[in-house]
């Protein structure tokens, strides 16, 4: 029987369609492991709100420790969606939208990846402006996607009126999704300035990322029926 006749089970298809996430991960590999025996005694892996290092890695950490922490949770993530383990609440996620979300994932650490390793085989940093950069972007992709996110087990805003209530869940995710893309804007704009002042204001604008839309949908919460006695 000709190979195009066979039947294709759905999570056949879906594996099939992971390639551009399984394309990084090897090029993502293939740097590290090419930068490893290049890379200097000490690699700046932390940096400090002055955008000076204040945490070191050996080259085979600085080199590998990422890359291993990229394809397992990747590797987890497929194993509660397509693989044994019977995950019904992250199957819940549309297939289309949970590949754009590991993809976006791989993008981010592959990036923070290539800022550290390029900064270290230069004989420097990445530059904390880079960085802030990256992570802005990271912020603007995934509010872009928020909006689209049905309750999973795996991602999004997981607390007590999201989860119990569909309704709370997508109001909740809509609004983060505006104020996630804004707040990337306002970090875009913050890279601008000295990193002693960026590095504050990011932070502070990550923590109201977080705490606007978890305030709002405890606000729009439905009241609690009191309990019988």
Same mark, same amino acid.
Request: proline share 9%; charged share 15%; glycine share 10%.
């Given at each position: ?33 090419? /930068? ?11 940096? #400090? ?13 600085? !080199? @590998? ?46 990036? %923070?990846?290539?800022?550290?390793? #390029? ?10 402006? !880079?960085?802030? !950069? ?7 992709? %995934? ?9 999973? /087990? @795996? ?75």
């Amino acid at each position: 029987m000709d190979d195009e006749l066979l039947p294709v089970s759905e999570e056949g298809l879906q594996l099939k369609r992971e390639w551009p996430s399984w394309i990084l991960i090897g090029a993502i590999w293939g740097f590290s492991l090419w /930068a490893l025996p290049r890379l200097p005694a000490k690699v700046a892996v932390h940096w #400090g709100l002055d955008g000076t290092p204040n945490g070191w890695a050996s080259p085979l950490q600085a !080199a @590998l420790l990422l890359p291993g922490l990229i394809t397992l949770v990747y590797g987890l993530s497929l194993a509660f969606l397509n693989g044994p383990f019977d995950f019904r609440a992250a199957r819940s996620m549309d297939p289309a939208l949970a590949r754009r979300v590991r993809l976006l994932l791989v993008l981010f650490l592959g990036g %923070l990846q290539a800022l550290t390793l #390029g900064g270290a085989l230069r004989k420097g940093t990445p530059g904390d402006t !880079a960085i802030l !950069a990256l992570l802005a972007l990271f912020f603007i992709l %995934l509010g872009n996607l928020m909006p689209r996110l049905e309750p999973n /087990a @795996l991602v999004g805003i997981r607390i007590p009126p999201t989860l119990e209530d569909r309704g709370v869940w997508r109001r909740t995710h809509r609004l983060g999704g505006w104020v996630f893309m804004a707040g990337g804007l306002l970090q875009l704009a913050a890279c601008l300035l000295p990193c002693r002042v960026a590095n504050p204001v990011v932070m502070g604008l990550i923590a109201a990322m977080v705490l606007v839309p978890i305030g709002y949908a405890y606000r729009i919460r439905p009241a609690q029926p009191p309990a019988s006695r």
